[in-house]
C-alpha cells in the first residue's frame, strides 16, 4: 500500500493505518527536532508530543503537501511553543549523538567531514534566533522550497529569502577565520 | 580575500545550472560553502522497537484528547443548534405576531408573545 491509499485511510480514522504512517516517519521527525534542540531527551518528548497532535488532528491534514511536509510544520509549532514556555533550553555539550546522522549519496570519507561541518554549523545555529535557525533547516537539511517554507512558517516567501540570507551572513561571518577552528 | 556570493546568489534564487557548476569546479570558496550548506536528508536512525513502543504510546496519550476534543465539539454543536432554533422560533414568533396585529387572527405563540408582544404594542398605539 503507498502513502496516499494509507492517508485516505488514516483519515477515516484507520488506526493500523495512522500507525503505519507514524512509524515510517518518525525518524524525519525526531530527526528535525535534534537539530533544532541539540538535546536527545528534549527531541524525544517533542517527537512524541508531534505524535500525539497528529493522532488527535489526523482528519484536518487536507493532502495539500506532503504528510511528513505537515508533521515538520506541527513540530515547527511544537518547538516554538516550548520555547515560549521555556526561553533558555538546555543543550547537552555532548555532541556525539550527532554521529548517528546518516547522508544520502555520500562516501564515507566525505560523511565524516560532513558531520564534522554540520557540527559546527548546528552549533552556530543553535546561537542563533529561532526565525533564523528554523527557515535555514529547512531549506539546506529537508530541501523545502522556499514557497514551502513560507506555508510551513506561515510567513511571506520574501521574509523566508531574506531570513536565510541572513543566516547564510552570519555563518559566513562566524566562519572567516576558517571552520575548523571553530570546533 | 574578498569573498565569493557566486554560489550563494544562486542558490537565494533557487538556480541550479550548468554556469554553477562550472562556477563550483574553479571556485574554492564556494566550494567550501556548498559542502557546509548542503545536508540532504540526514537522518538518525532509531531502533524499530523503540519507534514501535513511541507511537503505540503516542496512541494511548492521544485518546484521552481526542474523547475531549470530541465532547468539545459535541458541546459547540449542540450551542449552534440551539442558537439556531431559536432564532428561527423568534422570528416566527415576530412574523405571526405582525400578522395577529395587522390582519387579526388567532396567534398560534400567544402564550409566550403576549407579554412581549403587549408591551411592543403598547408603544406602536401609543404614536
Ligand atoms: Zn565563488
Redesign the interface.
Known amino acids: 500500500m503507498d502513502n496516499e491509499q494509507l492517508i485516505e485511510l488514516a483519515k477515516k480514522q484507520n488506526k493500523n493505518a495512522l500507525s503505519i504512517l507514524l512509524t515510517s516517519h518518525y525518524e524525519i521527525v525526531y530527526g528535525y527536532m535534534l537539530k533544532l534542540t541539540l538535546n536527545p531527551e528534549v527531541a524525544k518528548d517533542l517527537t512524541q508530543e508531534v505524535m500525539v497532535k497528529a493522532i488527535v488532528h489526523m482528519n484536518k491534514f487536507k493532502g495539500d503537501s506532503k504528510f511528513s511536509t505537515w508533521l515538520i510544520a506541527i513540530g515547527t509549532n511544537i518547538y516554538k511553543n516550548q520555547l515560549k514556555k521555556n526561553k533558555r533550553m538546555v543543550i547537552t555539550e555532548d555532541f556525539s549523538f550527532l554521529d548517528a546522522m546518516t547522508f544520502q549519496h555520500t562516501s564515507t570519507e566525505d560523511a565524516y567531514i560532513k558531520r564534522d561541518n554540520m557540527k559546527t554549523i548546528l552549533k552556530l545555529l543553535n546561537e542563533m534566533k529561532e526565525q533564523q535557525k528554523i527557515p535555514f533547516l529547512l531549506k539546506h537539511y529537508y530541501g523545502y522550497s522556499y514557497e514551502e517554507i513560507a506555508v510551513i512558517l506561515k510567513i511571506p516567501i520574501g521574509t523566508v529569502r531574506s531570513r536565510i540570507h541572513n543566516t547564510i551572513k552570519k555563518l559566513q561571518d562566524s566562519m572567516k577565520g576558517g571552520l575548523y577552528e571553530i570546533v | 580575500m574578498k569573498?565569493c556570493s557566486f554560489y550563494?546568489t544562486m542558490i537565494?534564487n533557487?538556480e541550479t545550472s550548468d554556469k554553477l557548476n562550472e562556477h563550483l569546479k574553479n571556485c574554492i570558496q564556494c566550494q567550501?560553502?556548498q559542502?557546509?550548506?548542503?545536508?540532504?536528508?540526514?537522518?538518525?536512525?532509531?531502533p524499530d522497537a523503540f519507534?514501535?513502543d513511541?507511537?503505540?504510546?503516542?496512541?494511548i496519550?492521544?485518546e484521552p484528547?481526542?474523547r475531549r476534543?470530541d465532547f468539545f465539539s459535541t458541546i459547540v454543536f449542540i450551542a449552534v443548534a440551539i442558537i439556531l432554533v431559536s432564532i428561527i422560533i423568534t422570528s416566527l414568533m415576530i412574523q405571526d405576531q405582525l400578522l395577529k396585529y395587522y390582519f387579526g387572527g388567532v396567534s398560534l405563540f400567544m402564550p409566550f408573545t403576549v407579554p412581549v408582544f403587549s408591551i411592543i404594542r403598547k408603544k406602536v398605539v401609543m404614536k
Do not use: D, G, P, Y
Not at chain 2, 513511541?54 to 496512541?59: P, T
Open positions: 569573498s550563494e537565494l533557487e567550501q560553502l559542502s557546509l550548506m548542503r545536508f540532504e536528508t540526514t537522518e538518525i536512525k532509531l519507534i514501535e513511541a507511537v503505540k504510546e503516542a496512541f496519550k492521544a484528547i481526542k476534543h
